[in-house]
Each structure stands twice: as C-alpha cells, then as structure tokens.
C-alpha cells in the first residue's frame, strides 16, 4: 500500500546503513519508531473511545426463501467454469438473515481509528467472479485487485463521486491496486465476463460492517448517543433507523426487509 512505502524506504535505508557500520543511532530510531496509522478521512476525527458501545444484531428477509440461482458462464469456460458460482444478490440464511447488507452509522464525525477496519482490501477474481460480492474500503486506501484466473478480465467501475476506472487486467497482470476518493457505493463490472458483478462501498469512517451468511453484524467502539443507521443492499434497496447506545452498553440494530421492497 502506497502509504507504508515511505517506512518501508525508511527501513530499507535503516537496514543499509546498520550493514554500512555507519548511522546506528539514526538507524535505531528509524526501527523503533511506530508505523503511521491509516490516515483519517478529512471530515472524520479519531479519537480514543474509552467505554464504548456497541450495536449489533441481525438483518432479515421477510419474503420467502428464494432459490439459488447458477450463474451461467458463456465464455473462458474452461477457467471460468472450473468452480460453480450462485448468484449472490439474494443470499438468505435458514433463518431468514440477509447477507451482504451493509450496514454504517450515517452520522459520526468522530470515533475509533480507521485501523479497525482491518489493513488488506483485497478483490479477487477466481472463477470468474468478483469475491468478495460486496467490499468495503476506506476512502484513500489502496486496494488490491487479485487476477487469480490468469486470462483477461476487466474493471470497469460505476461510480459517479469517483471518477469511473476501465481498466484491461490481461492474463499476465496478477495485482493492480486502486484507490477511492470519495464515500459512495458503485457497482463494479467486467465487461469482458457480463456476468461479472459486485459492489464496491468506499468508507469515509470505519463504523462500516456487511452483514455475514446468517445476516449478523456488529459496530463496536461507538461512542454513545443516538444515530442514525443505514442499511443497504443491493436488490432490496435502503432503509435507516434511529439506534442509541450507552457507555459499555449493547444496543440491537436488527432489522427486517420485505419480501421485495
Ligand atoms: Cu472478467
């Protein structure tokens, strides 16, 4: 990631000059010095959360259990068909949880680190799919765009706060990384696959999570008081609802979509 590049220069001159037998005291300062943390956002203050809350629960799907629908691979079936993929804009659980829904405290300017949110942002393309379906990333993050597949794919984004990117990835092109400006939720595509799709969702504060198999999701470190959520999936559309969390306390943020909505 273009960020650490600087520390990792740092390091390598550190490393040199200790091999040199010159500068030891210059490079034990560069070794022990912390590694920089993910910038914020600009609108986003970090600040420590000492007794923070947490809200958490479960997103449902009222409508009936829908089917699991094959994807249909035209092309490159040798690659592309090697593994059997389900569509993954519907995915409901035996218990009716929702999976892929993102879910983000829409009014928060200040809060825990953007290093929560984990350090590798990585979408592969393995069988002619994008996996992860739905991928959040930090505003400003480089991530990582895997060719496991090695045959030509291309992406092709559709954002509109974003300037939109087309790129070829040929066969020989395993990594290219990219990186997000603004907060907004865009489709991604390859126009080589028209099957291909899956979403992107850059995060300008890290109180951001997807919902898993089961439709479970937890924002945890938020500092009390009340907050608008929003939830978003891609067929089912947006909701939002009015949640407050105490000081240490547990707060549900579980909710339902209709059949369809
Ligand atoms: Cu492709």
């Known amino acids: 990631m273009k960020k650490f590049l600087p520390i990792f220069a740092a390091l390598l001159i550190a490393v040199f000059a200790i091999a040199c037998g010159g500068g030891e005291d210059t490079a034990k300062k560069e070794m022990t010095e912390k590694p920089a943390e993910m910038a914020a956002p600009s609108g ?3 600040m420590t959360v000492a ?16 089917k699991k629908v094959k994807i249909v691979k035209t092309k490159d079936t040798a690659v592309c068909g090697k593994t059997t993929h389900y569509k993954e804009d519907l995915l409901v659980s035996g218990n009716k949880g929702l999976a892929n829904v993102v879910v983000r405290i829409m009014n928060i300017s200040k809060g825990k ?11 592969d393309q393995n069988g002619c799919i994008f996996a992860p379906h739905v991928s959040i990333i930090p505003v400003g993050v480089e991530c990582t765009i895997l060719n496991s597949d090695g045959i ?12 939109p990117i087309n790129i070829a990835q040929p066969k020989f092109k395993k990594r290219i990384t990219q990186s997000f ?11 080589v696959h028209n099957w291909m799709n899956g979403y992107i969702v850059v995060a300008d504060h890290p109180y951001y999570a997807k919902t898993d198999e ?13 907050y608008t959520v ?3 999936h891609e067929t089912l559309g947006k909701q939002s609802m009015e949640v407050t969390v105490g ?4 707060a549900d943020g579980s909710l339902e979509y209709a059949a369809g909505s």
Do not use: Q, R
């Not at 400006?181 to 390859?190: D, G, M, N, Q, V």
């Not at 089961?214 to 009340?226: Q, W, Y």
């Open 181 to 191: 400006s603004e907060a907004e939720t865009f489709p991604i595509k390859c126009d």
């Open 44 to 46: 986003y203050e970090v």
């Open 247 to 250: 000081e240490g306390a547990g």
């Open 214 to 226: 089961n439709g479970s999701f937890e924002l945890g470190d938020v500092p009390a008081g009340t």
């Open 152 to 163: 030509l794919h291309n992406i092709h984004t559709f954002s509109e706060k974003n300037s």
């Open 51 to 66: 007794n923070g809350g947490t809200i958490s629960g479960t997103v449902t799907y009222a409508g009936a259990m829908p």
């Open 113 to 123: 680190g953007m290093d929560s949110m984990g350090s590798e942002f990585v979408i």
């Open 230 to 232: 929003g939830y978003w």
